[in-house]
């Protein structure tokens, strides 16, 4: 996903990086990026460090207070156009797995990513890991529903076997021995 408040960067992005992305992605703020990664599906973020109203490291602050399988373990690259000496250091400082510098060329995003690949391996790991714990609960469930039904079934069970007979049974079953 790509995330930059200004129209004409998110269709350059889109042009240039279109071939790259299994799904590309384009959002204008911080709001609609969280949405998205909120539905657990997005696998990368690159967005611009200085949107309007909630910036990148806003954005990023938002996102790592997510579970990890939904997106608290996202792997987010910041992107600038106001570069200066101290900016990398400064955004990996902040949580950013990687930082790219505007304009970016294919061959400095295409090294960013392969920077957060082993991150994006993690992210696949925690997902699926994630979901075969939600399979076993599942079936944990279904085992305990079960179990409970068998229960109830048996103290039901004994139940009627120990009950007495009520006084009109008693009296059939007396006519019945005479």
């Keep these: 996903m790509f995330v930059d408040d200004s129209e ?3 269709d350059l992005f889109a042009v240039r990086f279109a071939t790259e992305c299994a799904e ?14 909120e539905r657990g599906e ?7 460090f200085t949107l309007r109203k909630c910036d990148g490291s806003d954005l990023l602050r938002r996102m790592r207070a997510l579970a990890p399988e939904i997106g608290g373990a996202v792997p987010a690259i910041a992107a600038t156009g106001w570069a200066t000496a101290g900016d990398r250091d400064d955004m990996l400082a902040a ?7 505007k304009p970016y ?4 995003l295409r ?6 690949a082993p991150l994006l391996e993690h992210l696949r790991l925690v997902r699926q890991r994630c979901r075969e714990c939600s399979a076993e609960q599942r079936a944990l469930r279904a085992r305990l529903v079960d179990r409970r039904a068998a229960l109830v079934e048996d103290r039901e069970r004994r139940a009627l076997k120990n009950a007495r ?11 019945e021995k005479a």
Excluded at 105 to 108: G, L, V
């Design 42 to 48: 997005t696998d990368l973020v690159v967005t611009d």
């Design 24 to 37: 590309l992605v384009t959002v204008a703020s911080a709001d609609d990026a969280l949405a998205l990664v």
């Design 111 to 116: 090294a960013a990513v392969a920077n957060v």
């Design 8 to 10: 004409d960067e998110r």
């Design 105 to 108: 060329s294919r061959e400095s």
């Design 95 to 101: 949580g950013f797995s990687e930082y790219v510098a």
């Design 165 to 175: 007979p009520s006084h009109d049974e008693r009296a059939l079953g007396n006519r």
